[in-house]
């Protein structure tokens, strides 16, 4: 995460920014501090399968002003869906599953990813 505050990024990225600390905080209260929550969970390891599910795939979730919204709205019919005062329910659901798969050692940290040397 960028710290907006902090000045402009030293090279092109993709990352989230955070826009005042508060944003920092949200993050981590929100998406670091939990323990994953799966709905369904296998794992074969003789098979090399690891399989979760966030929601089941009926699921109704509400977002802004009581609009009821299935993961089908979003993922299979591409609509946009308001969460809170100006979140996208996309983003939240996707941030949810990254991070849950990252606190479970799912995904790799960052001392194991392989080194890439850039020069700008």
């Known amino acids: 995460m960028h710290a907006r505050w902090?000045?402009?990024l030293p090279y092109k990225t993709r990352s989230l920014v955070a826009?005042?600390?508060a944003s920092v905080a949200f993050?981590?209260?929100h998406?670091?501090?939990q323990e994953p929550s799966w709905f369904f969970r296998l794992d074969a390891p003789a098979r090399q399968v690891c399989l979760r599910s966030l929601l089941p795939p009926e699921a109704t979730v509400l977002g802004s002003g009581g609009y009821a919204f299935s993961l089908q709205t979003i993922f299979t019919y591409g609509r946009t869906v308001q969460v809170g005062a100006d979140d996208d329910a996309r983003d939240l659901l996707m941030?949810?599953?990254i991070f849950?798969?990252?606190?479970?050692?799912?995904?790799p940290r960052r001392s194991e990813l392989t080194p890439v040397s850039w020069s700008p």
Do not use: I, K, Q, V
Request: glycine share 14%.
């Open 19 to 21: 826009g005042e600390p």
């Open 31 to 33: 998406f670091l501090l």
């Open 27 to 29: 993050l981590l209260e």
């Open 95 to 97: 941030l949810r599953l």
């Open 100 to 107: 849950s798969a990252y606190l479970e050692g799912l995904l």
């Open 6 to 8: 902090a000045g402009p």
